[in-house]
């Protein structure tokens, strides 16, 4: 059975619980990562030091990384400049500009490149349709657009079936 586009490869809880050896151990080296409501929830600007130490051990552990988000420059590169790490703004997932974009940047094959976000409609179906490795995580807060509540609703729908009929695992 061909893999649906929606589906990501692996699906947890949240950033903090991604098994970073497991990562490794299928030749990740770069992850490209979502903003909002994947490292901070929406409208928020404070980065805690428990994201920040997440960032520097990923670095420290030889992965090179990269902020992806559709949201606009202001609090893109706030954020980024505070983690010290890459950005691209206005990135209209799923489209595969900025995952092209992101490829640069990391100076990686796309083999080696995984992407973690929140959004099976923007970060996992644009990362399937790129053609890398896609990692969903929970999202942060559950205040968003009401378009944004409509996908969500559909999202959680089409992760149970992915869950039942075999095709993923939640990993919490
Ligand atoms: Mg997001």
Not at 34 to 41: A, K, S, W
Not at 69 to 84: F, G, H, R
């Amino acid at each position: 059975m061909k893999k649906s586009k929606l589906c990501p490869h692996l699906y947890y809880s949240s950033i903090y619980t991604i098994d970073l050896d497991k990562i490794k151990s299928l030749k990740i080296k770069g992850l490209i990562i979502d903003l909002d409501n994947t490292i901070l929830p929406h409208h928020h600007f404070i980065v805690s030091e428990e994201l920040k130490s997440w960032f520097k051990n990923l670095i420290e552990r030889g992965f090179k990384v990269c902020v992806i988000s559709n949201n606009s420059a202001y609090k893109v590169k706030k954020i980024a400049d505070k983690l010290q790490v890459p950005f691209i703004f206005n990135a209209v997932k799923p489209l595969p500009w900025s995952f092209r974009k992101a490829t640069k940047i990391l100076s990686l094959d796309k083999k080696y490149i995984a992407i973690v976000g929140d959004q099976m409609f923007t970060d996992i179906l644009g990362g399937n349709w790129f053609g890398i490795f896609t990692i969903l995580v929970k999202p942060m807060n559950p205040y968003e657009h009401w378009w944004t509540r409509k996908l969500r609703i559909l999202q959680k729908k089409l992760l149970n079936k992915f869950i039942s009929n075999g095709e993923l695992k939640y990993l919490y």
